[in-house]
Each structure stands twice: as C-alpha cells, then as structure tokens.
C-alpha cells in the first residue's frame, strides 16, 4: 500500500517566493494533519483536518501560511511570501478514526529559504 | 494546554545494557505513541498505547502507559548499534485529535 505521499522532497527558494507543498494521505483516512519540525522548535503541529475540514489552524505560524484539502486526496500548504525563518521539514500525516492504532507520515518536504 | 516533556534528550549507552526512555506529560490524554525517527527520514510509529497499564513490545524496545502518572516510558533491553536513532513520545489531546510531541531522546548506542 502507498503511505502518505508528499512533494517536493526537497525545495530550495529564494526569500519572498511563493512556496507550496503537496500532500496525498493514505486513501480511506479521515484525518490529515501538517507537521513542521525544527531543531530549535522541535516538531508542531500546524494545522489538520477532518474530513477535508480544517478543524484547528492555532498552529499556523502566521498569515503568510495557508493550507488547503479541496479533496480526500489531496492537501497544500503554501507560504507566502517565504522568509528564511520558514527553512525546516515539513510533514504531512495521516490516520484514521476506525482505528486509532497509527498515525502515518510522509517522508517530508525539506524546504530552505535563502 | 498539553504539553509533554521526555528525558533524557541524549543518551549516549553500550551495545548491551539496558535504559529507559520517560515520557511525561501535562494534562489528561487517551492515547500516547512512540515514534522512531533516524536522520534524515521520516518519522516510524513503534508503538500506541491506548489505556492505562498497557504494555506492549517489539523486540528490544519495550513501552508501557501509567495514566495516573502521566507518564510512560520506552525500555530498551541490550541495546544494539541498529537501536540508535530519536526516539519521541506524542500525547493526544482528548478533546480533538490533536498530538503534542516530546523534544526526541537522541539514542546512540557505541559498540
């Protein structure tokens, strides 16, 4: 079975680019979260949601964030305009509320901000 | 707000002794999970916890939940070199489904 499937895997862009990243969850799953990790912030949770719904967007750094899931398949988070402060991995997750076993995650999206 | 903190952060041990990895957090959660991660890679689900006094393992490493505490741990039993990784604990919120992550315990294990 294909796991969550995100792109690019690696972005490098210059300040004040438009910047979006792709995710595709594991088909069947009703949840979809988007994680960024740090080395000075650790891993936090930007925003998921359910059912294609955003349902807790506390995480959102900022305005220059946006995320959408304009379908079951398919979610981006965009920045815009980057700002080096931005440079980390950002993760996309799945699950499924019929079983709450496993969270699943992609193998991330490394994006630097020069 | 929940928040969850794991120590130690680093962990330096030798190929064959044991140590334990505490995870302890904040405020009432239903479930905890314990996810691997090597560098550069993704993160890998080891383990999820659903109730108080569970226990479960895979083969070395060894995780169980005391909700009363508020704490679980991840035992690692003669350790190998193929053990080194972060390793991080996650609680989640009971009224959403929101996870809180730990900082990672950064395990090396030397020969």
């Known amino acids: 079975d294909a796991g969550v499937i995100q792109s690019p895997r690696h972005e490098v862009t210059e300040m004040g680019q438009e910047v979006t990243l792709r995710c595709k969850p594991i088909s069947g799953h009703d949840y979809l979260f988007w994680y960024r990790q740090t080395m000075m912030r650790g891993l936090e949770l930007l925003i998921y949601f359910n059912n294609n719904v955003p349902i807790d967007d506390s995480g959102m750094p900022e305005d220059r964030f946006s995320a959408k899931m304009p379908n079951a398949s398919f979610s981006t988070l965009k920045i815009q305009p980057s700002e080096p402060r931005d440079s980390a991995v950002y993760f996309c997750?799945?699950?499924?509320?019929?079983?709450?076993?496993?969270?699943?995650f992609g193998e991330g999206s490394w994006l630097t901000v020069v | 707000e929940l928040k969850v903190e794991q120590n130690p952060l680093f962990l330096s041990m030798q190929e064959g002794k044991n140590y334990t990895i505490y995870c302890n957090y904040s405020t009432t959660s239903d479930r905890l999970y314990w996810y691997r991660q090597d560098p550069g890679k993704s993160l890998e689900s080891l383990f999820v916890?659903?109730?108080?006094?569970a226990v479960k393992q895979e083969g070395r490493l060894m995780a169980s939940l005391d909700t009363k505490a508020r704490l679980s741990t991840l035992h690692i039993t003669a350790a190998v070199h193929d053990l080194s990784a972060t390793y991080f604990c996650?609680?989640?919120?009971?009224?959403?489904?929101?996870?809180?992550f730990g900082e990672g315990t950064q395990l090396t294990v030397n020969p």
């Open positions: 997750a799945s699950s499924s509320t019929r079983v709450w076993n496993t969270i699943y």
């Open positions: 996650a609680a989640g919120e009971t009224s959403g489904s929101r996870l809180t």
């Open positions: 916890l659903l109730s108080n006094g």
